[in-house]
């Protein structure tokens, strides 16, 4: 029996991303397992979130491929919004909720714009989602406004998932939490992945949470994937930016046992 | 994505006294209409049932809002007395059922539908509230920007001059094309009905009077201030409303600068300067309007034009109209600036305080202009 091909949620091959002369994407080739929780690490400015963009459609490549879910993504224009809403689900960098609705109401949100169904349902819908997220019934009456960093990306990741898509993009999702909350959000991500099947392509700097949530790692450096694998495999790169981001200082003095 | 389309069902089958319910296909949001019509027909079937047992086999799709419709079910059953046992759960579902059993658990207290009388009565009183609180930020922010001054004329050198240039340049220089513009066809459009009119009992040379006096005194300094409340006073709101949302004004302050003499005296000193000028300017170019009408419709030459004007307008009355003007200047600027700084953290705030401060400051300039114009006559000017 040969080994069974994997499936794959993302496949992105040959991309070139650039604004004006500067290319900032080159020749990027990456593929995303079913299932699995992808980091991707990369230098400040280096291209993180313009990928996830790419990818997502919000900025369109000068040249290559991008499949999602065996879909091919197009430029943002022709893109059929309708079947994208249901495939993924993204959680912004700074959390964009919308800010004249309730946290009920933004949670409802994709619930009312792409389905039919009763306000009751969707009340119970929306609870679910945030206690589901670590939220109680009771927070659903604020405004964004009015929520804390952690509750607002709480309130975003249930916004993420209110149409259980199949890929969830996290654009940092750990930034600005303080490490106990940031590490109750990582279980939560684990928690949510094992119970939805979920696959999470995850741009992130927290080396804990790349330690410990995700399957595999990817380093984005000059444009391309340097290295991708197990975190372990990563620690092994003899490429000198990996070397530097995971055997630098601060790694050395916060994870002496990872080293 | 095939097994996506495959349509729901749920089969109720009775089992002496029992219920097994046989939920098939794909339970997924995609479905939710069918879905929630199934689980609400079973309804009362669950009631009379005394066992209920879901069989899970035939599931092809499960997501979130199916689990939780599935879990509704259950629950029914155990608020009719007896549990509903889940059997044949694909291994990948349990967790997400086991999931859908602990949420919604504990539901809130719905809010009291409140008496309405006592919400229109409340409505009431808080506008009230507010409207003396309108009053308090008013002389509050007019305080605080004359103490600002008062400041900035002890240390002359504490005065943002580069950022009172640049708003010069922006609430004045760069209004004057649409100023001048609309005025100039005001002056026009006067000038015309004036003709129209007048000309049925032969006074066509009064129309020069009308045009003058009322351009100078009161529409001149009125129009203009009415397109600076909309056009400049409107920024000012959004730019500092903007920057209070993303805590810049808070920044300012820890940096032991004072928001109000780097932000708003450098705006409403601007604002000050400026209006005057635009007055002018706008005078000129609805006079300017008015003498051509004057020469093509009212078949009045421009020399006689100016002469007529000579002899109806003097000084005073350009007085009367340019002394207006710095006032109305501050009324739109202390109203544009403080409402700025009462947006909160909404995107809604923001487009609501920049709409209250034109509704405002208009309102407050016409108003000001009449109690000008008792004081005018009172001193007979």
Redesign the interface.
């Known amino acids: 029996m040969k080994p069974e091909e994997p499936e794959f949620a993302i496949r992105v091959s040959d991309l070139v991303v650039g604004f004006g002369r500067q290319v900032v994407i080159d020749h990027l080739s990456l593929d995303v397992v079913k299932g699995e929780i992808l980091g991707l690490v990369g230098a400040s400015g280096g291209g993180k979130s313009v990928l996830m963009r790419t990818i997502i459609g919000l900025i369109p490549g000068r040249s290559g491929e991008i499949e999602v ?2 879909q091919p993504i197009g430029g943002a224009r022709e893109r059929n919004t309708q079947t994208a809403a ?1 495939r993924w689900g993204i959680l912004f960098q700074q959390g964009a909720l919308f ?2 609705l309730t946290v009920r109401q933004n949670v409802q949100f994709p ?1 009312r714009e ?5 306000q009751a ?1 969707m009340d ?2 929306a ?3 945030l ?2 997220v670590g939220l ?3 927070d659903g009456d604020k ?4 929520l804390s960093g952690g509750m607002t990306k709480r309130v975003a990741l249930a916004r993420a ?1 209110a ?2 898509p199949a890929i969830v993009f996290l654009d940092e999702p750990t930034s600005g939490l303080d490490p106990i909350a940031a590490g109750e959000f990582d279980a939560l991500i684990k928690t949510l992945q ?4 979920l696959t999470v392509f995850m741009v992130t700097h927290d080396l804990a949470s790349l330690n410990t949530v995700c399957d595999r790692v990817a380093a984005l450096a000059d444009g391309k994937i340097v290295a991708i694998g197990p975190m372990r495999e990563l620690l092994q790169s003899e490429h000198p930016w990996v070397r530097a981001y995971f055997h630098g200082k601060r790694s050395q003095m916060l994870h002496p046992q990872i080293n | ?1 095939q097994a996506l389309t495959s349509t729901p069902l749920l089969t109720a089958t009775p089992t002496g006294d029992g219920l097994e319910l046989r939920p098939v296909g794909s339970w ?3 479905n ?2 069918n879905l ?1 019509a199934l689980s609400e027909g079973v309804t009362a079937e669950i009631a009379r049932s005394k066992t209920v047992k879901l069989d899970m086999n035939g599931l092809s799709e499960l ?3 199916g689990a ?2 599935l879990e ?1 079910l259950s629950r029914r059953a155990a608020a009719a007395g007896h549990p509903a046992e889940f059997v044949g759960v694909a291994e ?1 579902y349990a ?2 059922i ?3 059993r ?3 658990r ?3 207290a719905p809010a009291r539908a409140p008496n309405p009388i006592l919400v229109k009565l409340g409505e009431i009183g808080r506008s009230a509230v507010s409207a003396t609180d309108d009053v308090t930020v008013f002389l509050h922010m007019l305080g605080s920007l004359f103490m600002a001054l008062i400041g900035v004329l002890r240390r002359p050198r504490s005065l943002r001059f580069t950022s009172l240039v640049y708003q010069l340049y922006k609430v004045g220089w760069q209004a004057i094309p649409i100023v001048a513009l609309i005025t100039f066809l005001i002056g026009a459009i006067i000038a015309q009905q004036g003709f129209f009119h007048f000309r049925k009992f032969g006074a066509e040379s009064y129309v020069v009077d009308m045009v003058g006096i009322l351009v100078l005194r009161e529409l001149g300094v009125l129009i203009v201030a009415i397109m600076v409340a909309g056009r400049s006073g409107s920024a000012y709101t959004a730019e500092l409303g903007s920057m209070k949302m993303r805590e810049e004004i808070d920044a300012l302050s820890t940096m032991g600068l004072d928001p109000i003499e780097v932000l708003i005296l450098p705006r409403v000193v601007a604002l000050i300067c400026a209006l005057p000028i635009l007055s002018f300017i706008g005078s000129i170019a609805a006079l300017y309007g008015g003498g051509l009408v004057a020469q093509f419709y009212g078949d009045m030459a421009p020399a006689i034009f100016i002469a007529r004007l000579h002899e109806a307008i003097s000084v005073t009355h350009f007085k009367v109209g340019i002394i207006k003007a710095p006032f109305m200047a501050l009324v739109i600027g202390i109203v544009a600036c403080s409402e700025g700084l009462r947006v ?5 705030s923001l487009g609501r305080q920049t709409t209250t401060s034109v509704v405002k400051s208009i309102f407050l300039v016409i108003v000001l202009d009449g109690l000008f114009a008792v004081f005018f006559a009172s001193i007979g000017m």
């Not at chain 1, 094992?194 to 099947?197: E, I, S, Y």
């Not at chain 2, 909160?344 to 809604?348: I, P, T």
């Open positions: 879910m065996g249901g800010s004249s619930l792409n389905l039919e169904l009763s349902l119970e819908i609870t679910a989602k206690e589901m109680a019934a009771e405004f964004p406004a009015e998932l149409l259980d094992k119970t939805l099947g | 994505m997924t949001a995609v939710v209409k929630e997501d979130t809002l939780w419709l509704k990948n967790g997400l086991e999931e859908m602990q949420v919604n504990h539901n809130p909160k953290g909404s995107a809604e």
